[in-house]
């Protein structure tokens, strides 16, 4: 049996799929996470049925193109369960009564059921059931409040092959079914909605948008700054350094193997930053300056996603973002793309329009470093001067202004408006909230620690058999004139391609002054993406688009690099 | 003579509120707004709009909605009685 859980967006769709089948999902609160559909399993009775989250629609007369994706998975159901707001019955019975049309048996969650007391509303349940001639069971998910019921139901769900309707005539329907259930009474605004509202203002909007951003920046580095140094750092100076130095006695202190393993030794010791094994920087670069950034970053961007507040920095947004080729929408998946560009690019697929699609996917890839880059650019530019690491941010903000400007005027298509639910600021589940983090973080461990590995063997061998040294001397030319790098620089560049915080890693011990480090970075963070992010451009945008992309991507690098060699 | 208690939504002042009196566009137009709950006979407050012919945004049924200016401007509103002063 095939059990499909439909609804509008930010109705607790995706907190009811968590509690009925006990798997994990990612439950946020603006709409469009939910475009990649989640499937799962629950006991009915002696059997096991299959469970479906299907993306959140308005309606079936599709829309857009998660709303198509629910129209064809709507085919495919045995049971639908229509999750429904309780708090707003006008708009959500639009669904349901489509829904009871087709004739695929309904039972109806009416969610958010505690929500309505403390707002107001009251709803006639029996008259409600009369009504749609369903079983219509009130939930809270959050709490798990009347799942048990629910459930239950589900054999009893029931179509009662409403005559198909036009438009107007189904609204008048759902008019005077609201008119006969619901009874509102009349309350002041609570404090969360004048904080809503504020937050939508020209004025107070952009003075809550710059507050949240700046906590956020400063959240991040605490968090971050407070793992290193307290958890990380003394972990592997205390305890794994003693144990790599009795290794490499075992090696007698060098030959191939040795420097493949351990790194070269600086001074008699193992450094963790140039000696460039793989049981050294190898585990030390992902673990100690990667992870606790990547975890600190996703802590934050998952408190702005499951309180609500993403949605009102796009409305904030949209006039900017318009003038890059966008709409306001497009901060979302730049701001994730600060954590890693992998899920950003995935994410542009809320973006309708392919032209929409190609400038946010570009301008993600060249201008919005990934928190493993911006972590390295902390470490080591941060070292020589605060100055340096805000000159490398303002010359990458300011390529993307510029880049995106260009490409709003160059690139064919259009961009539509903006037009998205605001939903109310919630409180976070904290549950949800740590799962949603610990699958972030685990997942950046599984992508990047064979990625990692790989590109310091590969560096390894490669460089013992002399093939950077061939690549450097023959683009030394543009190298050294051009951007004034020296010709090792290179090796970093290349490798960039398979990890960007371990190439950034790689000029290290170059022993680079502080304007070729800053050249350096800015370099490396425009260049070519990572494989990672290559593969899902090249899936998102096609060939030939892949192809466009990357060469604004190196003409873009190249011509900044080149300035920032003479201006500095 | 035009009534003058009607205008577009991206005129309206915000606080202000009325009826949803016509959506000026396309079908594809009236499929997305009226998904969203803004047809005809729907009453509507303007929360706020961002500058610069910036998105709207408004309340209809108790949720709130941002729509972009171009958009806004093809929604007329019949405006109430205390919004007209």
Not at chain 2, 26 to 47: D, E, Q
Request: hydrophobic residues 50%.
């Amino acid at each position: 049996m095939k059990i499909l859980l439909m609804g509008n967006p930010n109705v607790g769709k995706s907190v009811l799929f968590s509690r009925l089948t006990g798997v994990r999902v990612i439950v946020s609160n603006y709409p469009g996470t939910t475009v990649s559909y989640t499937r799962g399993e629950m006991k009915l009775g002696e059997d096991t049925a299959e469970v479906i989250d299907v993306p959140g629609t308005y309606t079936l007369e599709p829309t857009s193109e998660a709303e198509e994706v629910a129209l064809q998975m709507l085919h495919t159901g045995d049971v639908v369960i229509n999750v429904v707001n309780a708090t707003n019955l006008e708009r959500n019975l639009y669904l349901t009564l489509q829904l009871l049309e087709k004739g695929v048996p309904v039972v109806v969650a009416l969610n958010m059921w505690d929500d309505t007391k403390h707002q107001g509303i009251d709803i006639n349940l029996d008259k409600l059931r009369e009504l749609l001639g369903v079983p219509v069971i009130p939930t809270v998910a959050v709490t798990g409040e009347g799942i048990k019921e629910l459930v239950e139901n589900i054999p009893e769900a029931t179509s009662p092959r409403l005559p198909l309707r036009h438009r107007d005539e189904r609204w008048a329907a759902v008019g005077s079914i609201v008119d006969q259930v619901q009874h509102v009474t009349h309350r002041h605004h609570t404090w969360r909605e004048r904080l809503s509202d504020a937050s939508v203002k020209p004025l107070s909007g952009g003075i809550i948008a710059l507050a949240v951003l700046a906590i956020s920046f400063i959240v991040i580095r605490f968090v971050a700054e407070g793992l290193i140094g307290y958890v990380f750092e003394p972990l592997f100076n205390n305890l794994w350094a003693p144990v790599l130095m009795r290794l490499s006695d075992l090696l007698q202190g060098g030959g191939f193997l040795h420097d493949i393993v351990i790194g070269r030794l600086v001074n008699g010791e193992v450094n963790f930053l140039q000696s460039f094994g793989l049981l050294s920087s190898g585990l030390y670069v992902p673990f100690a300056m990667v992870l606790p950034y990547v975890t600190s970053f996703y802590l934050v961007i998952g408190l702005l996603e499951d309180t609500g507040y993403l949605p009102r920095l796009a409305v904030l947004m949209d006039t900017i973002m318009h003038r890059l080729g966008l709409h306001g929408y497009a901060i979302i998946p730049t701001l994730l793309g600060l954590g890693c560009n992998v899920p950003a690019i995935l994410a542009t697929r809320i973006l309708e329009s392919k032209r929409e699609r190609f400038i946010a996917a570009t301008l993600i890839s060249i201008a919005v470093p990934c928190a493993a880059l911006q972590a390295m650019i902390f470490g080591l530019v941060g070292e020589r001067g605060v100055q340096y690491v805000a000159i490398v941010y303002g010359t990458l903000f300011l390529v993307w202004i510029i880049l995106g400007t260009i490409l709003r005027y160059t690139v064919r298509g259009f961009t539509p408006e903006l037009l998205i639910e605001i939903p109310p600021y919630r409180l976070p589940q904290w549950r949800a909230m740590l799962q949603k983090l610990w699958m972030r973080a685990y997942g950046f461990l599984a992508e990047a620690i064979p990625i990692i590995l790989g590109a310091v063997l590969v560096i390894n061998i490669l460089y013992f058999f002399g093939v950077f040294e061939a690549i450097a001397n023959f683009t030394a030319p543009v190298v050294t004139n051009f951007l004034g790098l020296p010709k090792e620089a290179v090796t970093a560049i290349v490798i960039g391609f398979l990890r960007k915080d371990v190439a950034l890693g790689m000029l290290a011990p170059l022993a680079l002054s502080a304007k070729q480090l800053v050249v350096g970075s800015v370099v490396l963070a425009m260049f070519f993406p990572c494989i990672a992010t290559f593969v899902v451009l090249l899936r998102e945008l096609g060939v030939v688009n892949m192809l466009k992309s990357a060469g604004i991507m190196i003409s873009a690098a190249l011509i900044t690099g080149g300035i920032l060699n003479l201006v500095l | 003579m035009p009534d003058e208690r009607q205008t577009t939504l991206a005129r309206m002042r915000a606080g202000q509120s009325g009826i949803v009196a016509q959506l000026q566009g396309g079908h594809g137009l009236v499929n997305r707004l009226s998904a969203l709950g803004i047809i005809p006979g729907k009453k509507i407050t303007k929360i706020s709009s961002m500058l610069m012919r910036g998105p709207v945004t408004v309340e209809v049924d108790r949720t709130r909605v941002a729509i972009g200016f171009g958009m806004a401007s093809k929604i007329l509103v019949q405006l109430d009685d205390e919004s007209t002063k």
